[in-house]
């Protein structure tokens, strides 16, 4: 079994900095694509960033310049560091990881509440 652990979430000003963790505990392996989608009330989930073990990375227009995605590949672990936060960037930050174990594996956290407000 494998469990999907993010934290990091929290409440802050606008223009500071929060950074999420994420780490896919148990049997996987060959993990390929790590990364991190959002939600916002009333609106559909949506990339955020998303990390491949050829260490390509994808970011979604609204956040480049301000986060950054990185990982441990030999813990299985992602990262978010988000910077100069807006009010817009309030949301559910779930993990995404998507490996192998019998078969193929694509796997969510439970989601992590930030917020953005003065």
């Known amino acids: 079994q494998v469990q999907v652990v993010e934290s990091g979430g929290g409440l802050v000003q606008p223009g500071g900095s929060l950074r999420l963790s994420c780490a896919a505990e148990?049997?996987?392996?060959?993990?390929?694509?790590m990364g991190w989608y959002r939600q916002a009330p009333g609106k559909q989930r949506e990339l955020v960033a998303l990390?491949?073990?050829?260490?390509?990375?994808n970011y979604a227009d609204s956040v480049k310049g301000r986060f950054t995605i990185t990982r441990e590949n030999a813990k299985n672990t992602v990262y978010l560091q988000m910077n100069s936060l807006k009010p817009e960037d309030t949301a559910v930050y779930y993990c995404?990881?998507?490996?192998?174990?019998?078969?193929?594996?694509?796997?969510w956290g439970q989601g992590t509440q930030a917020t953005v407000s003065s």
């Open positions: 995404y990881v998507e490996g192998w174990h019998k078969m193929v594996l694509r796997l």
């Open positions: 990390s491949a073990n050829d260490e390509t990375t």
């Open positions: 148990g049997m996987i392996f060959n993990v390929n694509r």
